[in-house]
């Protein structure tokens, strides 16, 4: 997914837009829609950093700045007690330690196995015939979630079949692979040192029976923000707005991109 | 979650004795909790085949085989969690899981101050000191307790260097091995003075000639039990032998060790008589040709033998060699005796491998056994985590392949003819890992396995009388 | 600099570009190429016996594919890619290998190697794992079986004096390699990350009296610089094994750091440690690979019971070069598989930590398909410490 925020003393606009595989006429796209929800013009932005694995297609932006870094700028605004950042999305999972200032200390990562991301309940999802957005609600009405052993995706997705048809509940199975993939997430994350606030974001905050599962894991209460597919676009603009201010300062006029969006054409 | 481990079905075993393993094993954990709280006796951390429980057991000290206490931990299939208490750590998954186990589960105790909840088996306790050894086998061996030593920096550590000469068909390897022993009895030497400084007992070498004596004669009982194996029906297969080599590997030099060959061994010569054997329609004879078991898996031996498949032979904790065979040189001293039976087991097959074209030491002792104990099919377990033990495995069948063909199959020749052609063993590659659960699918293993007996069932017919 | 008067842009590229070319030349020429692989080589025996020592390199863009029928893939995936490239014929000009006990990857596979490539001359050196007394014995027979072997596969005894002479050739080597470090002392540095690594690189292809001329002319050239390539930016370390190619280092370099200082096999681990010449010369190569050249394979033992002083023993060149080379953050690179290195990441944090200096532990496969995943951690961790 592709998300755009515009910051000027709160948020002006927000979109979440679609999937796809090109990802400079997504950009295009999301910036169109936010600048639309915000009234203004393009030539109006200050300052525009991107963030995330498509941030090096986004030609507009002037600055690119890791995931780490912008969820971290996001999360602080939101939580100032936040020290453990855990980040669930589609493609990967990511694990943050920032200091009391928001700035990253130490950080972990998944992005080489799909098991490991909310992929894996997508992957399961379409197995089992159930709508993605349902599959948290099901699993909280499990009493006896299964034990899904295996790690890969592609056994595991065999695994259930296999369980379905022995008699196993789905809720059970649903509830099961929230398991696993809550392990999965835990066992990245206890490399750093958790410490409380935990706030938990990405795709995979808005999932009621992940955060109950990874709840489990935790030593402490897992807090989720209001919004939270955007604190990666939130963070990038905040770290926008610090480096407008920060050249305002020192008196250094920054380098912008032209605020045109190119027309992307697919051969 | 508990309700997932107790469900799998209890393993059956050929043997008696190997049944009683269990209880064995069990008492050896207790043994050393004992040993902390009453505080007589130095425990240390150990590996086995370093030829040092002499050693030890002359001077008092209670060895903790850590390799052992990983593969129960496995096998009651409570390893995750210290699995991924050393991957928080730091710690990659992809290392040794024995080690990873290990070093999870000493980190834990340390940190908390007593044992993690609910110890596999009570636990494994701190030791007094550790003695590791890689020799030229497993880097983990010398890597495994310097990394423990992090979260308990007041044990010290021994590491024995113990080299062996690897196998060069070009040269005698008796021309080098003479420098070899040096080293490995200054290293034995130092080692002894070692657990002397730490437990302040004085070495009694009548006791270690004694215990060294009794090695010997243990070894040599352990060959001659094992190659009852070779009758057929086959009475004893892999699944046993994977608990026989609890005394074998962990109770060397003691009494109780050779007597329990020497039951087993009676055991075997009675099934034998009665033709009593691992199962009633025996079809085909296997080697485990390679590889640790996936100490969670175990039963899969007894899947192989629902199908008729027997185990009369394995590579894997097969850790002596029949001393009357080896023309080493004769010494009173033990600790040199020790040097030359060390090298001795680990250049067992290199003059018959430089005999045979093509021929290399694991490779000639695959072909020994095939011969010996009629074997009609390899299987290999590839551990993701253990190169030690694992890398060469591929290599070993294919070079097999290439140079032992002893299977006559009837084909059809170019004219129609019916001709016979010699064809290598089938051979199987099942993979897993020793103790990580989460490598192993059960549908895909017992798949493989069924295709292999498919296989071996179409060799079985089409075989030229 | 792609001024054709420059070494670095032409010989240096051409033979990091075409590796095994002047090998090859050799070779027609009637020398003996003996092939290497990894730190613990004792290349001085090698240079005395009149053949070309010749490091084997994997290759991160070929995909590993004739190499996996015959070994295992839980292998180190760079000792994995020399294997498959040496199988694919790709070193098909050499006459031996010699591969030493180091790694399990490397000692567990040696039997594999030697039947497979079925090289006239195959040798395994058994290096001890511990560092006693006894062990400079025995590493002394072991040198001196190598010699043996060696000159007997060349027709021609080695003689002490042969490895006198080599070890001077070498110590030279040394000597020129650290010149070419200095250069990286100054902000920005004189010379790339990119451009030593294959600097480096060449030198351990060529003949040693080759690579002593080539240093020379590379140090030449440093030295009438007028300008560093490089800009300012955080001053990196690379911790870590065989990196043989240049592909890290420029992924580092393009985010705006500059690689200044390594631990690296194809870095400071193989070319900075001389060989003492007031010894014998055989005594004088077993201390040198085993006192050192320091490696995670090789036991140092914790004889004070001490924590810190194990970590300062063990890790110590780490802290040095950090002060050198005035390193603001160090990157912990290890493959998959690779024990001797994994074991000892959590002492290693904790030596890092020890010397205040920010590190990022990467654990990587040996390909170019992981940049994207690597770029991420890479950019975080600049951001981290800026």
Redesign the interface.
């Given at each position: 997914m592709t998300k755009a925020v515009i910051l000027d003393n709160e948020i002006i606009a927000s979109v979440i837009g679609p999937t796809g595989a090109e990802q400079r006429r997504l950009a295009n796209n999301v910036m169109e829609k936010a600048l639309k929800e915000a009234g203004i013009p393009f030539e109006a932005i200050t300052y525009i950093v991107s963030t995330g694995y498509g941030r090096i297609n986004v030609p507009f932006a002037d600055k690119q700045v890791t995931e780490i870094s912008c969820h971290a700028k996001g999360i602080v605004s939101l939580f100032p007690d936040a020290r453990t950042i855990i980040d669930i999305g589609g493609q990967d999972s990511k694990g943050i330690k920032i200091d009391k200032d928001g700035r990253p200390t130490d950080f972990v990562m998944n992005d080489k196995c799909a098991a490991g991301s909310g992929r894996f309940l997508e992957v399961i999802a379409d197995t089992l015939e159930i709508d993605l957005e349902k599959m948290g609600e099901i699993s909280l009405t499990s009493k006896n979630p299964a034990s899904i052993s295996n790690l890969c995706t592609i056994w595991a997705q065999q695994e259930v079949v296999a369980r379905l048809s022995e008699g196993v509940p789905v809720n059970d199975l649903v509830a099961g692979v929230h398991e696993s993939l809550a392990n999965r997430v835990s066992r990245m994350v206890r490399r750093l040192n958790i410490e409380r606030e935990i706030v938990l974001t990405g795709g995979g905050a808005k999932n009621i029976g992940l955060v109950k599962a990874l709840s489990n894991y935790m030593d402490y209460p897992i807090l989720v923000p209001p919004e939270p597919l955007i604190t990666g676009a939130l963070g990038a603009a905040l770290m926008g707005k610090a480096i407008t201010e920060k050249a305002k300062t020192q008196g250094i006029q920054l380098d912008t991109k032209e605020r045109s969006l190119q027309v992307v054409e697919i051969l | 979650m508990s309700e997932e481990k107790k469900k799998h079905k209890k393993r059956r075993t050929a043997t008696q004795a190997a049944a009683s393993i269990g209880p064995m094993v069990k008492e050896f954990i207790a043994g050393t909790i004992r040993a902390k709280e009453e505080a007589r006796q130095k425990i240390a951390f150990t590996f086995i085949v370093c030829h040092h429980e002499e050693i030890l057991a002359a001077l008092d000290v209670l060895p903790l085989w850590t390799e052992n206490f990983a593969g129960i931990c496995g096998a009651i299939r409570d390893a995750e969690r210290f699995l991924q208490r050393a991957e928080s750590l730091g710690l990659s998954r992809s290392l040794c899981t024995y080690a990873l186990c290990g070093i999870g589960f000493d980190q834990w105790r340390e940190e908390i101050g007593e044992m993690p909840p609910n110890p596999p088996w009570g636990g494994q306790v701190k030791p007094d000191f550790m003695v590791s050894t890689g020799q030229i086998l497993c880097d983990p061996r010398a890597k495994w307790y310097q990394a423990s030593q992090l979260y308990m920096p007041d044990v010290p550590i021994y590491n024995i260097d113990m080299p062996y000469p690897l196998f060069d068909p070009k040269r005698d390897h008796r021309d080098v091995w003479g420098y070899y022993h040096k080293y490995i009895v200054k290293e034995l030497r130092g080692f002894v003075k070692f657990v002397e400084e730490q437990t302040g007992n004085k070495m009694d070498y009548d006791r270690l000639t004694e215990l060294v004596d009794l090695s010997d004669r243990t070894w040599n009982l352990i060959d001659e039990t094992y190659k009852l194996r070779a009758s057929v029906p086959s009475v004893m297969g892999t699944g046993d032998a994977m608990n026989t080599m609890v005394p074998m590997c962990f109770r060397m030099a003691s009494q109780e060790a050779y007597d329990f060959f020497f039951n087993l061994k009676k055991e075997l010569e009675e099934k034998i008589a009665k033709k009593e054997g691992e199962v009633e329609d025996e079809k085909y004879r296997l080697m485990w040709g390679g590889g640790l078991p996936s100490w969670f898996a175990l039963g899969d031996f007894n899947y192989f033998n629902s199908k008729g498949a027997v185990f009369p032979v394995e590579t894997t904790y097969r850790m002596v060699a029949p001393l009357n065979e080896m023309d080493l040189p004769e010494t009173k001293d033990p600790i040199e005796r020790l040097a030359w039976k060390w090298l001795g087991y680990w250049t067992f097959w290199y003059d018959k491998a430089r005999k045979r074209p093509g021929s290399e030491p694991d490779v000639e002792r695959l072909i020994n056994w095939i011969e010996e104990y009629k074997i009609d099919g390899i299987v290999m377990h590839e551990a993701f985590s253990c190169r030690t033990w694992h890398v060469g495995l591929i290599w070993q069948l294919n070079q097999l392949a290439k140079i032992y063909k002893p299977i006559p199959v009837l084909t059809l020749g170019k004219g129609g003819e019916k001709t016979v052609e010699n064809r290598e063993l089938p051979s199987l590659i099942l993979e897993s890992d020793i103790i990580d659960i989460s490598t192993y699918s059960e549908v895909d293993t017992r798949n493989r396995i069924d295709a292999f007996i498919e296989t071996l069932e179409s060799v079985r017919q089409s075989k030229a009388v | 600099m792609n001024d054709k008067n420059s070494i670095i842009s032409s010989k240096v590229e051409k033979y990091y570009q075409d590796y095994g070319a002047r090998a090859k030349e050799l070779k027609a020429q009637g020398k003996t190429i003996i092939g290497w692989v990894c730190s613990f080589v004792p290349l001085e025996i090698i240079t005395a016996a009149g053949c070309v020592p010749f490091r084997i390199r994997g290759d991160i863009r070929e995909p590993i594919t004739k190499g996996d029928?015959?070994?295992?893939t839980?292998?180190c995936p760079f000792v994995r890619s020399c294997f498959d490239l040496s199988v694919k014929g790709r070193y098909d000009f050499l006459d031996g290998i010699v591969i030493p006990?180091a790694?399990?990857?490397m000692?567990?596979?040696?039997?594999?190697w030697m039947?497979?490539l079925e090289l006239p001359f195959?040798q395994?050196v058994?290096i001890?794992?511990?560092v006693?007394e006894?062990?400079f014995?025995?590493f002394n027979?072991?040198l001196n079986?190598f010699r043996q072997?060696l000159g007997e596969f060349v027709g021609k005894a080695i003689s002490d004096n042969d490895i006198a002479e080599a070890i001077k050739l070498h110590n030279e080597n040394r000597d020129k390699a650290k010149a070419l470090y200095e250069f990286k002392k100054s902000d920005p540095p004189v010379i790339s990350g990119v451009e030593l690594a294959k600097v480096l690189t060449v030198g351990s292809s060529l003949p040693i009296t080759e690579s002593n001329s080539l240093f020379d002319e590379v140090i030449e050239e440093l030295k009438n610089r007028k300008e560093s390539p490089r800009k300012k930016g955080p001053r990196i370390m690379i911790d870590g094994a065989c990196l043989d190619n240049i592909e890290l280092i420029k992924l580092i370099e393009d985010t705006g750091a500059n690689v200044v200082a390594d631990t690296l096999c194809n870095g400071t681990r193989d070319s900075l440690p001389h060989a003492d010449v007031d010894r014998d010369p055989i005594d004088a190569l077993a201390h040198r690979y085993l006192d050192k050249v320091n490696c995670?394979?090789t036991?140092i033992?914790?004889k004070e019971?001490?924590?810190q002083k194990?970590l300062e023993n063990r890790f110590g060149d780490i802290g040095y070069f950090a002060k050198e080379f005035k390193v603001d953050g160090s990157i912990l690179y290890?493959y998959?598989?690779c024990?001797?290195f994994?074991?000892?990441?959590?002492?290693r944090?904790?030596y890092y930590n020890s010397i205040n200096i920010p590190h990022l532990?990467l654990?990587d496969e040996y390909t170019t398909g992981?940049i994207?995943?690597l770029k991420?951690?890479i950019?975080?961790f600049l951001?981290?410490i800026a």
């Amino acid at each position: 997914m592709t998300k755009a925020v515009i910051l000027d003393n709160e948020i002006i606009a927000s979109v979440i837009g679609p999937t796809g595989a090109e990802q400079r006429r997504l950009a295009n796209n999301v910036m169109e829609k936010a600048l639309k929800e915000a009234g203004i013009p393009f030539e109006a932005i200050t300052y525009i950093v991107s963030t995330g694995y498509g941030r090096i297609n986004v030609p507009f932006a002037d600055k690119q700045v890791t995931e780490i870094s912008c969820h971290a700028k996001g999360i602080v605004s939101l939580f100032p007690d936040a020290r453990t950042i855990i980040d669930i999305g589609g493609q990967d999972s990511k694990g943050i330690k920032i200091d009391k200032d928001g700035r990253p200390t130490d950080f972990v990562m998944n992005d080489k196995c799909a098991a490991g991301s909310g992929r894996f309940l997508e992957v399961i999802a379409d197995t089992l015939e159930i709508d993605l957005e349902k599959m948290g609600e099901i699993s909280l009405t499990s009493k006896n979630p299964a034990s899904i052993s295996n790690l890969c995706t592609i056994w595991a997705q065999q695994e259930v079949v296999a369980r379905l048809s022995e008699g196993v509940p789905v809720n059970d199975l649903v509830a099961g692979v929230h398991e696993s993939l809550a392990n999965r997430v835990s066992r990245m994350v206890r490399r750093l040192n958790i410490e409380r606030e935990i706030v938990l974001t990405g795709g995979g905050a808005k999932n009621i029976g992940l955060v109950k599962a990874l709840s489990n894991y935790m030593d402490y209460p897992i807090l989720v923000p209001p919004e939270p597919l955007i604190t990666g676009a939130l963070g990038a603009a905040l770290m926008g707005k610090a480096i407008t201010e920060k050249a305002k300062t020192q008196g250094i006029q920054l380098d912008t991109k032209e605020r045109s969006l190119q027309v992307v054409e697919i051969l | 979650m508990s309700e997932e481990k107790k469900k799998h079905k209890k393993r059956r075993t050929a043997t008696q004795a190997a049944a009683s393993i269990g209880p064995m094993v069990k008492e050896f954990i207790a043994g050393t909790i004992r040993a902390k709280e009453e505080a007589r006796q130095k425990i240390a951390f150990t590996f086995i085949v370093c030829h040092h429980e002499e050693i030890l057991a002359a001077l008092d000290v209670l060895p903790l085989w850590t390799e052992n206490f990983a593969g129960i931990c496995g096998a009651i299939r409570d390893a995750e969690r210290f699995l991924q208490r050393a991957e928080s750590l730091g710690l990659s998954r992809s290392l040794c899981t024995y080690a990873l186990c290990g070093i999870g589960f000493d980190q834990w105790r340390e940190e908390i101050g007593e044992m993690p909840p609910n110890p596999p088996w009570g636990g494994q306790v701190k030791p007094d000191f550790m003695v590791s050894t890689g020799q030229i086998l497993c880097d983990p061996r010398a890597k495994w307790y310097q990394a423990s030593q992090l979260y308990m920096p007041d044990v010290p550590i021994y590491n024995i260097d113990m080299p062996y000469p690897l196998f060069d068909p070009k040269r005698d390897h008796r021309d080098v091995w003479g420098y070899y022993h040096k080293y490995i009895v200054k290293e034995l030497r130092g080692f002894v003075k070692f657990v002397e400084e730490q437990t302040g007992n004085k070495m009694d070498y009548d006791r270690l000639t004694e215990l060294v004596d009794l090695s010997d004669r243990t070894w040599n009982l352990i060959d001659e039990t094992y190659k009852l194996r070779a009758s057929v029906p086959s009475v004893m297969g892999t699944g046993d032998a994977m608990n026989t080599m609890v005394p074998m590997c962990f109770r060397m030099a003691s009494q109780e060790a050779y007597d329990f060959f020497f039951n087993l061994k009676k055991e075997l010569e009675e099934k034998i008589a009665k033709k009593e054997g691992e199962v009633e329609d025996e079809k085909y004879r296997l080697m485990w040709g390679g590889g640790l078991p996936s100490w969670f898996a175990l039963g899969d031996f007894n899947y192989f033998n629902s199908k008729g498949a027997v185990f009369p032979v394995e590579t894997t904790y097969r850790m002596v060699a029949p001393l009357n065979e080896m023309d080493l040189p004769e010494t009173k001293d033990p600790i040199e005796r020790l040097a030359w039976k060390w090298l001795g087991y680990w250049t067992f097959w290199y003059d018959k491998a430089r005999k045979r074209p093509g021929s290399e030491p694991d490779v000639e002792r695959l072909i020994n056994w095939i011969e010996e104990y009629k074997i009609d099919g390899i299987v290999m377990h590839e551990a993701f985590s253990c190169r030690t033990w694992h890398v060469g495995l591929i290599w070993q069948l294919n070079q097999l392949a290439k140079i032992y063909k002893p299977i006559p199959v009837l084909t059809l020749g170019k004219g129609g003819e019916k001709t016979v052609e010699n064809r290598e063993l089938p051979s199987l590659i099942l993979e897993s890992d020793i103790i990580d659960i989460s490598t192993y699918s059960e549908v895909d293993t017992r798949n493989r396995i069924d295709a292999f007996i498919e296989t071996l069932e179409s060799v079985r017919q089409s075989k030229a009388v | 600099m792609n001024d054709k008067n420059s070494i670095i842009s032409s010989k240096v590229e051409k033979y990091y570009q075409d590796y095994g070319a002047r090998a090859k030349e050799l070779k027609a020429q009637g020398k003996t190429i003996i092939g290497w692989v990894c730190s613990f080589v004792p290349l001085e025996i090698i240079t005395a016996a009149g053949c070309v020592p010749f490091r084997i390199r994997g290759d991160i863009r070929e995909p590993i594919t004739k190499g996996d029928n015959l070994l295992e893939t839980i292998v180190c995936p760079f000792v994995r890619s020399c294997f498959d490239l040496s199988v694919k014929g790709r070193y098909d000009f050499l006459d031996g290998i010699v591969i030493p006990h180091a790694c399990d990857s490397m000692t567990r596979s040696y039997s594999t190697w030697m039947y497979s490539l079925e090289l006239p001359f195959s040798q395994f050196v058994n290096i001890p794992s511990v560092v006693k007394e006894s062990s400079f014995e025995f590493f002394n027979e072991v040198l001196n079986t190598f010699r043996q072997t060696l000159g007997e596969f060349v027709g021609k005894a080695i003689s002490d004096n042969d490895i006198a002479e080599a070890i001077k050739l070498h110590n030279e080597n040394r000597d020129k390699a650290k010149a070419l470090y200095e250069f990286k002392k100054s902000d920005p540095p004189v010379i790339s990350g990119v451009e030593l690594a294959k600097v480096l690189t060449v030198g351990s292809s060529l003949p040693i009296t080759e690579s002593n001329s080539l240093f020379d002319e590379v140090i030449e050239e440093l030295k009438n610089r007028k300008e560093s390539p490089r800009k300012k930016g955080p001053r990196i370390m690379i911790d870590g094994a065989c990196l043989d190619n240049i592909e890290l280092i420029k992924l580092i370099e393009d985010t705006g750091a500059n690689v200044v200082a390594d631990t690296l096999c194809n870095g400071t681990r193989d070319s900075l440690p001389h060989a003492d010449v007031d010894r014998d010369p055989i005594d004088a190569l077993a201390h040198r690979y085993l006192d050192k050249v320091n490696c995670p394979k090789t036991y140092i033992d914790n004889k004070e019971l001490n924590l810190q002083k194990d970590l300062e023993n063990r890790f110590g060149d780490i802290g040095y070069f950090a002060k050198e080379f005035k390193v603001d953050g160090s990157i912990l690179y290890v493959y998959k598989y690779c024990d001797p290195f994994g074991f000892e990441v959590p002492a290693r944090k904790a030596y890092y930590n020890s010397i205040n200096i920010p590190h990022l532990y990467l654990e990587d496969e040996y390909t170019t398909g992981t940049i994207g995943q690597l770029k991420t951690r890479i950019q975080a961790f600049l951001e981290m410490i800026a």
